[in-house]
């Protein structure tokens, strides 16, 4: 596609419920990476995919996340047992590849609330 | 820790006028840093990047200054337009961190008619 897809654009879930978001970068990108935004908050790393290599996952906040990225192209984030500390916007990037100055580009992201 | 920050949280220009927004960084391996903005409701969206062994870029009405000796970064537009109105990030690539950016907490531009 044209941009970075991301889906749903809105999700409203219940505090315990497993939610799962998704993500599809740019044709061609092979670095993709998933960041949390909080109200008012500036952005903070969870995880990042280079192609077939080991994903950087220093960003996860607990056990509770988890990502992946299937045939080197769409990722899904999962939360399992969300809490409502979990309500953020989660947003999704990708860029061609890992190399210094390759631009990082940003999806819409998911608008995340747990109730 | 070491954190990218931002000394203004919130700037307001007139119209017309040039805004010029700051950000500190702590980290002085880090070699790359780039400026986003924000507009409510959406993803960040690139303006504009620097490596460091560059003191200035510009762009179109965009200017990126780098001064690495007291490890800080500006971002100045020129004839603010109301649509400039967003929130700014600065964000910085350490080395060895592959392209994983580390972001500030962000700048609000307010710009009055």
């Known amino acids: 596609g044209a941009g970075v897809s991301q889906s749903p654009s809105n999700k409203v879930t219940e505090k315990g419920k497993d939610v799962e978001l998704r993500c599809d970068p740019i044709s061609g990108h092979t670095a993709l990476y998933w960041y949390r935004q909080s109200l008012g908050q500036g952005l903070e790393f969870l995880i990042y995919f280079q192609g077939n290599s080991a994903p950087d996952k220093s960003g996860l906040p607990s056990d509770r996340f988890s990502a992946e990225r299937t045939g080197g192209s769409v990722s899904t984030l999962t939360i399992q047992r969300t809490q409502q500390e979990d309500s953020a916007v989660y947003l999704c990037?990708?860029?061609?590849?890992?190399?210094?100055?390759?631009?990082?580009?940003f999806g819409e992201g998911s608008w995340l609330t747990v109730v | 820790g070491e954190s990218v920050g931002l000394h203004l949280p919130t700037l307001s220009v007139q119209e017309g006028d040039n805004s010029i927004i700051n950000c500190a960084y702590s980290?002085?391996?880090?070699?790359?840093f780039i400026w986003y903005k924000q507009e409510s409701g959406k993803g960040p969206q690139f303006i504009i990047d620097i490596r460091s062994n560059m003191d200035k870029r510009q762009g179109q009405r965009v200017t990126v200054l780098l001064n690495k000796t007291v490890k800080h970064l500006s971002l100045q537009i020129a004839a603010t337009q109301p649509g400039d109105s967003a929130v700014y990030f600065c964000?910085?690539?350490?080395?060895?961190?592959?392209?994983?950016?580390?972001f500030g907490t962000g700048t609000q531009l307010k710009v009055e008619l």
């Open positions: 964000a910085e690539k350490r080395p060895g961190g592959g392209n994983k950016l580390t």
């Open positions: 990037a990708s860029s061609l590849d890992s190399w210094l100055g390759n631009t990082i580009y």
């Open positions: 980290n002085s391996a880090s070699d790359y």
